[in-house]
């Protein structure tokens, strides 16, 4: 994990962030911290972990440990590491350079609990745990020095469960939308396609739909916790053959939801576009989304871009040669040509990074908005993960790595952090939820009912879907 730097003082740091004490050309006797051109390249799991730790004159800026070790147990062994080289358990205390200490190990729990809070779920909230023992003694000896430290530490811990109750409640309506959306979905198989409202009665606004997708973006993006993109793609180590580095259920709940919302945004635009019987509303309703793709990439919403292109590239949209002949394309082509997956996504790429450079330089929540088209970054971070060994022949942690795969989290945690600026709707939003959609079947079905089947394949999956849908022959 990238831990972020958020340090007033640069005095702390070399040049490239690391403690002056570390700093090597060649490996030490423990294994520790091996450089070149004055950047770490690789360390031991145990020199990792000790770089982990400040001292009174150095914090770490940076650290990458959990594809090895579970996370509560790195604090834990952080705190005792601590406790022991501070001497916070002596009779006489150095209570000067504890009041230097105490400072940067609270800063040190502050970053790490506000930025990976799931860490924490279930094992620091507890009294009884290894963990909440090691750090509540940790905290002991520093209060000692200051009883200060003693209401700081609490006033962390009553955040971070502040934070964790807010993220389960979270979890628990994703769960309870996605639940309703699969009821509705059932229901709708068995029934003719004119059973609900249509996009256009409940907003006619291309830009007002956009906002209302980026709200649903942002929302669910602010879920995603760092760590699930480890957990996602974590691996036996090679180390340790006999078990995983996590526990065998992987929390990954808030990023399939999302990879879940890209595909309900996919068919629910599928589903708008062949549900009208005319072929000219079906044509008005496939530029309205025109225009709402539009507005996401003026507003850097790459995601719903994507999503609800890829809803009208689908086979029973674009086979609808008669409605699309109604139809400006001029926009649309520009669109798909920004999204084009030629040269690795080349054109888009340029535009993500375009609405990164904005967001730095923003003044403003509306400029600051960068949501990446999930599955390419999803997709990215996969291939970096796998094309790049976790640990070198010699059994050292790859930290140039790490350091690249925290740089890509990074940026996405930034990005996720947005407030939206624009007025929410709940109307839309609910019904962006919760509107039935079509299955793959329903939509070819309702494709061929609007714009007859063109030769003898299409005609007898005509039928068969008529019979096994409709109940009709």
Known sequence: EGMPQTLSSTSMFTPCGFSPHLHTSKEDEQGGLIFQDGNLTSASLDALIQHLIPTTDYYPEVSNSQLFIEPHELLSRVCHKCIEQQRLDDPVLDKARIRKFGPKILQLLTEWTETFPYDFQGKIQHKNTPLSRSVGGLCFFLSLSLQAYWKKMNQLLQTLNQKLAT????????????????????????????????????????????????????ERLSHIGPEEFVQAFVHKDPLDGTKTCFSEQKKTSNLEAYVKWFNRLCYLVATEICMPAKKKQRAQVIEFFIDVARECFNIGNFNSLMAIISGMNMSPVSRLKKTWSKVKTAKFFILEHQMDPTGNFYNYRTALRGAAHRSLTAHSNREKIVIPFFSLLIKDIYFLNEGCANRLPNGHVNFEKFLELAKQVGEFITWKQVECPFEQDPNIIHYLHTAPIFTEDGLYLASYESESPENQTEKDRWKSLRSTILGKT
Request: charged share 20%.
């Open 167 to 218: 993220l389960s409640h979270g979890q628990e309506g994703i769960v309870k939308i996605s639940a309703a959306v699969s009821d509705k979905l059932v229901a709708f198989k068995s029934k003719p396609p004119s059973i609900q409202r249509e996009i256009l009665s409940v907003c006619s606004d291309p830009y007002t739909l956009a906002q209302q997708l980026t709200h649903v973006e942002l």
